[in-house]
C-alpha cells in the first residue's frame, strides 16, 4: 500500500465550469482516490514513460498509473521550459531496452532466450501524432529498438475515442506488454486497477451508474458526484 499523493486542481477550460480538487497521483477526484487501495507490483520488467507535456493536466490521462501500480516505473515529461527531459536509463547495456512503438516492420514484442538481461519498456504516453514526434526528436527514443504488440482485443478505454479500434490506451499497452513479459497475473491485475480508474470517472461524468464501477466507490459519501471537470 502507499500513501496518497497530495492534491491538485485542474487549469480551467477555455469554458468557464467548477473545478474540483484531484489526486496528484491517480487523478481521480479526492473523494475517488484509488491510490491508497493499490498495491504496486515489483516485477523484474522496469517501465519508463515518456509523457508528451500537453498530456501532464489531462485527467483522462492513463499513463500516470504506471507509477502508481508498478514499483520499478518513471513517469517522465518531455516539453516542459526549463525542465529537460531525465534520458537515464533510456540507453542501458545492462539491461534489454525496447521502445513500445506500433512501426509497420517491428517485431512483436516476445521474451529472448537469447538475452538473459532484464527488460527496460520504454512507452511514449500522447496521441499518435505527439508520439511520433517524441520518438523522432529525442534521440535516445528515434534510435532505441521498437517493438511492437500483438493483435489483442478492443480497448477498454472509454474516457477518449479514437477512428482507429485498434488503438488502446497508454496503460493497457503497458499492462498487455508486461503479460507478454512477466505473465498473465500480471496483466490481470494491472487491468483491474485501469478498470477502476475509468469507471470512477465515467461515474464522476454521469455516464455509468455506482453499481456497475469496478470494486465500487470508495466510501459512502463517495456517492455525491465532484463537478464534471474531466478533460475528454
Known amino acids: 500500500m502507499r500513501d496518497v499523493p497530495r492534491a491538485f486542481t485542474l487549469r480551467p477550460m477555455a469554458r468557464s465550469r467548477p473545478t474540483a480538487a484531484r489526486c496528484a497521483g491517480c487523478g481521480l477526484h479526492i473523494q475517488l482516490c484509488m491510490c491508497a487501495a ?12 515518456v509523457q508528451h507535456s500537453t498530456e501532464s493536466g489531462r485527467s483522462s490521462n492513463s499513463g500516470r498509473l504506471a507509477p502508481l501500480c508498478l514499483t520499478h516505473a518513471d513517469l ?7 525542465a ?21 516492420g517491428a517485431p512483436v514484442l516476445a521474451p529472448d532466450p537469447a538475452d ?21 526528436r529525442e534521440p535516445a527514443l528515434r534510435d532505441a529498438r ?25 496503460f493497457e499497452a503497458i499492462a ?26 465515467l461515474w464522476t461524468r454521469g455516464d455509468l451508474p455506482a453499481h456497475a464501477v469496478t470494486g465500487g466507490l470508495p466510501a459512502p459519501g463517495a456517492d455525491a458526484r465532484p463537478p464534471s471537470d474531466d478533460a475528454r
Not at 520504454?122 to 520518438?135: F, S, Y
Open 38 to 49: 493499490v498495491d504496486p507490483l515489483a516485477l523484474t520488467t522496469r517501465v519508463i514513460v
Open 76 to 82: 517522465r515529461i518531455r516539453g516542459l521550459p526549463h
Open 84 to 104: 529537460p527531459l531525465d534520458r537515464s536509463g533510456l540507453v542501458d547495456r545492462a539491461r534489454r531496452v525496447v521502445l513500445l512503438y506500433p512501426l509497420p
Open 116 to 136: 538473459d538481461r532484464p527488460v527496460t519498456l520504454v512507452v511514449p504516453d500522447g496521441n499518435w501524432r505527439q508520439a511520433r514526434k517524441l520518438v523522432q
Open 146 to 170: 521498437k517493438v511492437r504488440l500483438p493483435a489483442g482485443p478492443p480497448s477498454r478505454y472509454r474516457l477518449r475515442r479514437h477512428p482507429d479500434p485498434t488503438f488502446i490506451s497508454t
Open 176 to 201: 498487455r506488454a508486461l503479460g507478454i513479459l512477466e505473465g498473465p497475473a500480471v496483466q490481470r491485475r494491472l487491468e483491474h486497477w485501469f478498470d477502476v480508474f475509468v469507471e470512477r470517472t
